[in-house]
């Protein structure tokens, strides 16, 4: 007894409020529980200095380990962005915002009109310059007239079907572009020439129907193409071209020289 009067006289001349043993002192009064349990930042300091287990203390065999209050709980630092960081991803979404933004390029539906017609033992695919189906005095239609009395063909052509105009719908979403043109006018001419006498040649009267018909372009104006499904087909200037341009006529007549041999020996 008396060497606990002398303990507490030491810790109060050393203004020590709490002291907690090594070892079991003989005659002390039990310690309290709560100071039994570790402090959190003694706890984070122990677990990163790694101490050796002779720096723990050993508490008493017969305490019982409580569990740490609500209000002592660790609290969990949220990490926050520096200055440095902050700046860089002003920067990032600024140069996010002054970026371009790249749409998808919509190619908008060619637009055309082409009139199948039957002249003797071939068919013409004209374009239509106005849109609306050939009158009888019209200079495109006389032109024409003259083209097919000078390739030794009748020159009053018969209408096959009525004009195909595209695109097909004003409205819808239905794919009207050069690919579906392609494909529709191709299989339209076809199944319309199924329908007649067998075609010794197709001419292709005019830039859309060289183009939606033969898969080519004005590069072969004046030649002869192979087309898979229509067979052979001769490629001409449109009306309109050869009216504003009569220089071109001259070319035109030499290669039909060359290419009337396919139906002048079949029977008009």
Known sequence: MIAELRRRAYLSAMQVASWLPRVDLPFAAPSRPELLQPLPEAVAEEAE???PAARVSAAPAQAEPLSKPASERAKIEVPRPSAATRDANAVADEAEAAAPVVKAVVTPPPRFAL?????????V??????????????????LLKDLLRAAGLPDSPQLIGEPVHWPLLVRGSMDQGPSA????IQSFVGARLEEQEPCT??????????????DADASLYNRE????????AWALPGLELLMDEP???AELWQAMRRVRQRWMSQPQ
């Open 125 to 142: 695919l004209v374009e239509l310059p106005t849109g609306e189906p050939f009158q009888s005095r019209d200079p495109s239609y006389l």
């Open 225 to 232: 193409l192979q087309i898979e499904g229509l067979g052979a």
């Open 49 to 51: 200095a790694d101490a």
């Open 115 to 123: 009139q199948l017609l039957r002249a003797g033992a071939c068919a």
């Open 201 to 214: 040649c197709l001419w292709l009267v005019g830039l859309p129907a060289i183009r939606f018909a033969g």
């Open 247 to 249: 220089e071109r006529k």
């Open 181 to 184: 043109a392609l494909e529709f």
